[in-house]
């Protein structure tokens, strides 16, 4: 059974659209950076909302930019779960909140916190036609290259190669979520396979076996030091930091570029002035030569399947079929 999903008290819902920022309170500080960037987007015709399993306390500065704070879980779900130390619910808010979320937002787009947010209209991307599914999200970047590419989960699973998406963005339609019954799926999938196989995007992946809407990369580009060279040129909406160097790491130095590094160290300092900081995040550092050559030999040798994939999409507006 899904709780209703408790908003905070000076919250009230304003559009039938939503960003929901997923973390937890240890994750909140790094939740601001995305969340602050979205509100301040001119004119947005969407809410701005931090989605946890618990309510948690967020600065006035946070409600005063118009972020609002909701709580959910999905107790059938949750008990189904294989939880440890690095597998928080947290981790599943996207899943909660398509369920909870449901008469409140006709679409949710949920973010991951290691999310930086620089251009784009996401009311225009909750807006487009997802081919019917309940579920749209951007290819996983081990398919970025390889489309065919048979993830572990499905040699796990004894499955045939399918389109994989990365889960750090999921954008839910509420309604085809419940019609399409998908809390009773996902919770039957995780009693069932999740142990042993992986967390959220394994168990998203698992039960919908590439029936889903396929957004362009520019919505979650996943930040690698393979991919750092080419994200300037491809002008990304939403980029996402799925490696170890998180931009408010000190190993993020000469990987993630200053002016990243920075945007979370601003928030950090303004907003949440007892987090942990990263040292020096104004300065410039340079990457190691040895690095910089394997990322350039990577990107060079990819070229043709990177370009081929970027061209499928017409603009980043416009979802595909992944299976066509």
């Known amino acids: ?25 240890a994750y909140l500080p790094y939740a601001a950076t995305p969340a602050l960037a979205l509100a301040a987007r001119p004119g947005r015709d969407y809410d701005v909302l931090i989605g946890s ?4 306390d967020l600065p006035a500065s946070l409600s005063r930019a118009g972020i609002g704070q909701v709580a959910a879980r999905d107790e059938a779900l949750a008990e189904a779960l294989p939880l440890d130390a690095r597998r928080s619910l947290a981790s599943y808010m996207g899943v909660f909140l398509g369920h909870a979320l449901a008469g409140h937002y006709r ?11 620089e251009r784009g209209d996401p009311a225009r991307l909750m807006r487009a036609d997802m081919l ?11 398919q970025w290259r390889s489309p065919q590419r048979r993830v572990a989960e499905f040699r796990k699973l004894g499955e045939p190669a399918h389109p994989y998406f990365n889960a750090g963005v999921v954008m839910i339609d509420t309604e085809a979520f419940a019609a399409q019954d998908l809390p009773a799926r996902l919770a039957g999938f995780a009693r069932q396979h999740l142990r042993g196989l992986g967390r959220d995007q394994a168990l998203l992946n698992g039960t919908l076996k590439g ?7 520019l919505w979650n580009w996943q930040f690698t030091w393979a991919s750092s060279h080419l994200t300037s040129m491809a002008d990304p909406c939403l ?14 130095a000469g990987v993630v ?38 990322a350039l030999l990577r990107q060079w040798r990819a070229a043709g399947p ?19």
């Open 257 to 294: 570029p200053m002016r990243m590094r920075a945007a979370f160290a601003e928030v950090l300092a303004r907003h949440f002035p007892d987090a942990p900081r990263p040292a020096g995040a104004r300065a410039r550092h340079w990457p190691r030569a040895g690095a910089l050559r394997a």
């Open 306 to 324: 990177m370009l081929r994939y970027l061209n499928r999409f017409p603009d980043e507006y416009t979802l595909l079929d992944p299976r066509a």
């Open 239 to 252: 980029i996402h930091f799925i490696g170890p160097a998180k931009p408010w790491r000190d190993e993020a």
């Open 53 to 56: 399993p618990d309510p948690l």
């Open 132 to 142: 019917g599914r309940a579920v749209a999200a951007v290819r996983d970047n081990r």
């Open 107 to 117: 679409r949710i787009l949920v973010l991951d916190a290691d999310i930086l947010y």
């Open 1 to 25: 059974m899904a709780l209703a999903p408790v908003f905070a008290s000076d919250f009230r819902p304003g559009s039938d659209r939503a960003v929901a920022i997923a973390c937890d309170a």
């Open 211 to 217: 029936d889903w809407a396929e957004i362009s990369p």
